[in-house]
C-alpha cells in the first residue's frame, strides 16, 4: 500500500512508502511480540516502514529457530537417557545370567552416536566429525594453503599440516614400523607403508585397466595416465606433466645437479628414479633374453623385440597422414610433428621452440650461454 507521509508504527519516522502490518501476518508477529492489541479501523497506525518490516521477519526466524532447536534438545536427551537405560538393562541381565566368570564376555567398547559431517565434492569421500576438520580438509580442494612454513616458505592446508611438515625439517620420525626398521613422520604414511609393504590387507584396484596398488593416493595417480589431462606446468620450457611428481623430476633435471650416486659404479643421475632404473637394468638383471640371429642378449623382452625389427624390417607404427611405417612409436611421435607442426619444446629465453628437446638445449648453449651462466 503506498501512501504520503504515513508514520510507521513501530519507529515513528514518516515514509512515503510503507507496508499494511496486516500483510503476511506480521501482526501476529508483532502482538506476539509486543502485547499491544492492534486495530484495522485507522490505516494510518497500522503501516511498517521497509526497516521494521526486516526486523520483524529476523525475530520470527530467530524464534523459529530457538523453538526448532530445542525440540531436538529435548529429542537428543530423550534418546540419550533411552541409550542408557538399555545398557544398564544388558549390564543387568549378563550379571544375573552368568555364572561362570570365565564366560563373562570381554567389555565392549561404548558406541556413542557421532555427527558425520561429509565432504561435498563427488570425488571425495571423506567424512569428519569436527565441522572445524571438515573446513580445513575443504581447503585442498580449493587449493588454499594460508599457512606457511618459515623454514621452506611452503603453504599447508591447516596448522597440523604445517606441524607435520617441520617435523620432517627437523628429522623427527616418531612413528616406527613393527615390521622393518624404518620409520615416518606421522602415523598416515606408517599406515600407507605397512599395508602396502607388509601386510597388503587393503587393496585399490584400477576400474579401468585392473592395475592394483595398496594406497588410495597411488591409484589416485595411477588414474592420471589413462587420462590426457596435464595440469602441472613447467616454468622454465612450458612443458606440462600429468603428475607432481613428474614435474618435480623434470625441474631437477633442469638443476643439473648429479646429486644421485650409484654404490656399485659410481656413476651419477640427475633423479633418483634414474638411479634406481640404472640400477635395476644394469646391476640387478641379468641378460637372459638372447637374438638368435646375432647373438645380441638383452635384459628385458620389450628391448629383444625392438632389436628384432631391424632384422625382419618391420615397421609397426604407421604414420596416418603419409603412411610411412616406424620401428618404434616414440620415433613415430616425433616424425607427426613434421605434419601437425608442432613445437612442444620452447626455448625459455626467446620465442623459438623445437620439436626435439636436445635441440633447444643446443640451441640454449649457442644463443643463450651468457644468460645460462
Same mark, same amino acid.
Given at each position: 500500500?503506498a501512501?504520503?507521509?504515513i508514520? %510507521? $508504527?513501530? @519507529?515513528?519516522?514518516?515514509?512515503e512508502?510503507?507496508?499494511?502490518?496486516?500483510?503476511?501476518?506480521l501482526h501476529?508477529i508483532?502482538m506476539?511480540l509486543?502485547s499491544?492489541?492492534?486495530?484495522?479501523?485507522?490505516v494510518?497506525?497500522?503501516?511498517?516502514?521497509c526497516?521494521?518490516?526486516?526486523?520483524?521477519?529476523d525475530i520470527?526466524e530467530f524464534?523459529?529457530?530457538c523453538?526448532?532447536?530445542h525440540q531436538?534438545?529435548?529429542?537428543?536427551?530423550?534418546?540419550r537417557?533411552?541409550?542408557?537405560?538399555?545398557?544398564t538393562?544388558?549390564?543387568?541381565i549378563?550379571?544375573?545370567?552368568?555364572e +561362570?566368570?570365565?564366560?563373562?564376555?570381554?567389555?565392549?567398547?561404548?558406541?556413542?552416536?557421532?555427527l558425520?559431517?561429509?565432504?561435498p565434492?563427488?570425488?571425495? +569421500?571423506r567424512?569428519?566429525q569436527?565441522?572445524?576438520r571438515l573446513?580445513?580438509?575443504l581447503?585442498?580442494?580449493?587449493?588454499? #594453503?594460508?599457512e606457511?612454513?618459515?623454514? @621452506?616458505?611452503?603453504?599447508?592446508?591447516n596448522?597440523k599440516?604445517?606441524s607435520?611438515?617441520?617435523?620432517?625439517?627437523?628429522?623427527?620420525?616418531?612413528?616406527?614400523?613393527s615390521?622393518?626398521a624404518?620409520?615416518?613422520? +606421522?602415523?598416515?604414511h606408517?599406515n600407507?607403508h605397512?599395508?602396502?609393504?607388509h601386510?597388503?590387507?587393503?587393496?585399490?584396484?584400477?576400474?579401468?585397466c585392473?592395475?592394483?596398488c595398496y594406497?588410495?593416493?597411488?591409484l589416485?595417480i595411477?588414474?592420471?595416465c589413462h587420462?590426457?589431462?596435464k595440469?602441472?606446468q613447467?616454468n622454465? %620450457?612450458?612443458? $606440462?606433466?600429468?603428475?607432481?611428481?613428474?614435474?618435480?623430476?623434470h625441474l631437477?633435471?633442469?638443476r643439473?645437479i648429479?646429486?644421485?650416486? @650409484?654404490e656399485l659404479?659410481n656413476a651419477?643421475?640427475l633423479? #633418483?628414479?634414474?638411479?634406481?632404473?640404472?640400477?635395476? %637394468?644394469v646391476h640387478?638383471?641379468?641378460?637372459?633374453?638372447?637374438?638368435?640371429?646375432?647373438?645380441?642378449?638383452?635384459?628385458?623382452? $620389450?628391448?629383444?623385440t625392438k632389436h $628384432?625389427r631391424?632384422?625382419?624390417?618391420?615397421?609397426?607404427?604407421? @604414420?596416418?597422414y603419409?603412411?610411412k611405417g616406424?620401428f618404434e612409436?616414440?620415433?613415430?611421435?616425433?616424425h607427426?610433428?613434421?605434419?601437425?607442426?608442432?613445437r612442444p619444446f620452447k626455448?625459455?629465453? %626467446?620465442p623459438?621452440?623445437y620439436?626435439e628437446?636436445f635441440?633447444?638445449?643446443?640451441?640454449?648453449?649457442?644463443?643463450h650461454?651468457?644468460?645460462?651462466?
Amino acid at each position: 500500500m503506498a501512501s504520503k507521509n504515513i508514520i %510507521c $508504527m513501530t @519507529c515513528g519516522e514518516e515514509n512515503e512508502t510503507v507496508k499494511s502490518i496486516f500483510d503476511e501476518n506480521l501482526h501476529e508477529i508483532y502482538m506476539n511480540l509486543t502485547s499491544i492489541p492492534i486495530s484495522n479501523n485507522d490505516v494510518k497506525l497500522t503501516g511498517l516502514c521497509c526497516d521494521c518490516v526486516q526486523i520483524l521477519k529476523d525475530i520470527k526466524e530467530f524464534r523459529d529457530v530457538c523453538v526448532e532447536t530445542h525440540q531436538k534438545l529435548l529429542t537428543l536427551k530423550s534418546s540419550r537417557e533411552k541409550l542408557n537405560e538399555e545398557k544398564t538393562y544388558k549390564k543387568e541381565i549378563i550379571f544375573v545370567e552368568v555364572e +561362570n566368570e570365565e564366560e563373562i564376555p570381554k567389555k565392549e567398547k561404548k558406541s556413542v552416536p557421532r555427527l558425520k559431517l561429509n565432504c561435498p565434492h563427488d570425488s571425495c +569421500n571423506r567424512s569428519f566429525q569436527k565441522k572445524s576438520r571438515l573446513e580445513a580438509h575443504l581447503r585442498s580442494h580449493q587449493g588454499e #594453503k594460508p599457512e606457511i612454513c618459515d623454514i @621452506c616458505g611452503k603453504g599447508l592446508a591447516n596448522p597440523k599440516s604445517l606441524s607435520r611438515h617441520k617435523a620432517m625439517h627437523a628429522g623427527i620420525k616418531k612413528y616406527k614400523c613393527s615390521y622393518c626398521a624404518k620409520s615416518f613422520n +606421522n602415523s598416515s604414511h606408517l599406515n600407507v607403508h605397512v599395508n602396502a609393504v607388509h601386510t597388503k590387507e587393503k587393496s585399490y584396484v584400477c576400474p579401468i585397466c585392473g592395475y592394483i596398488c595398496y594406497a588410495y593416493t597411488g591409484l589416485a595417480i595411477h588414474k592420471r595416465c589413462h587420462s590426457d589431462e596435464k595440469k602441472y606446468q613447467c616454468n622454465e %620450457c612450458s612443458r $606440462m606433466y600429468k603428475t607432481k611428481a613428474e614435474l618435480k623430476d623434470h625441474l631437477m633435471r633442469h638443476r643439473g645437479i648429479r646429486d644421485f650416486v @650409484c654404490e656399485l659404479c659410481n656413476a651419477t643421475f640427475l633423479v #633418483k628414479s634414474d638411479l634406481r632404473t640404472h640400477q635395476r %637394468c644394469v646391476h640387478e638383471t641379468p641378460y637372459n633374453f638372447e637374438c638368435t640371429e646375432c647373438g645380441n642378449k638383452y635384459k628385458k623382452q $620389450m628391448h629383444l623385440t625392438k632389436h $628384432m625389427r631391424s632384422h625382419t624390417n618391420e615397421r609397426p607404427f604407421i @604414420c596416418s597422414y603419409c603412411n610411412k611405417g616406424f620401428f618404434e612409436r616414440a620415433t613415430l611421435k616425433k616424425h607427426l610433428y613434421s605434419h601437425t607442426g608442432e613445437r612442444p619444446f620452447k626455448c625459455p629465453k %626467446c620465442p623459438k621452440a623445437y620439436t626435439e628437446i636436445f635441440i633447444m638445449k643446443r640451441h640454449l648453449r649457442q644463443q643463450h650461454s651468457d644468460a645460462i651462466q
